[in-house]
């Protein structure tokens, strides 16, 4: 009977040195994640926020003041005009972030984010509420999948980080 009772508590020594050692493990893995998920956050936060303007309404200024007041973000001191042309575009730095006023008669936004799918470019589109009416124009969002749509400044925000915790 005795060798039967130190045979059984051995065996749940075993069993216990076996559950902390995958509680060990399990921890060890998912703080590896989160630091690597950590580290990319903190590496796209360096990424250039860039407002482009697709009309003469100049509405995006104000809204910029606001995202650049957190000191969090690289924003770009400039608020470029695409209005006539994408060819700024070229020039501005491929690791970074379009925020784009919408404007439903401007006639680019297939060409703009077939730009930003080259290169890998994230494409927050700022509109008020109910703005779009266009399918058209919510067909070509939807078919990016890093193009989201905003329509406060506090949303813009979530988008913006959450944005950058993934890409």
């Known amino acids: 009977m005795k060798?039967?009772?130190?045979f059984l508590s051995n065996l749940s020594l075993i069993?216990?040195?076996?559950?902390?050692?995958?509680?060990?493990?399990?921890?060890v893995i998912y703080f590896w994640k989160w630091c690597k998920l950590q580290w990319r956050f903190w590496k796209n936060l360096k990424r250039k926020i860039y407002f482009?303007?697709?009309?003469?309404s100049k509405d995006l200024q104000l809204l910029k003041d606001q995202i650049k007041n957190l000191g969090l973000l690289d924003i770009d001191e400039d608020i470029k005009d695409i209005s006539k042309n994408l060819n700024i575009l070229q020039t501005l730095k491929d690791n970074a972030i379009f925020i784009v006023r919408y404007n439903e008669w401007y006639s680019n936004y297939k060409e703009l984010l077939e730009e930003a799918k080259n290169n890998k470019i994230p494409v927050i589109i700022y509109a008020k509420q109910g703005e779009i009416k266009n399918s058209k124009h919510w067909e070509i969002f939807?078919?990016?999948?890093?193009?989201?749509?905003?329509?406060?400044?506090?949303?813009?925000?979530?988008?913006?980080?959450?944005?950058?915790?993934i890409v």
């Open 142 to 165: 939807n078919s990016y999948i890093f193009c989201d749509v905003a329509n406060t400044s506090n949303r813009l925000v979530i988008i913006l980080l959450n944005i950058l915790k």
């Open 3 to 6: 060798n039967v009772w130190n």
């Open 52 to 56: 482009l303007e697709v009309s003469n």
């Open 15 to 27: 069993y216990w040195i076996i559950w902390i050692l995958l509680l060990i493990i399990s921890f």
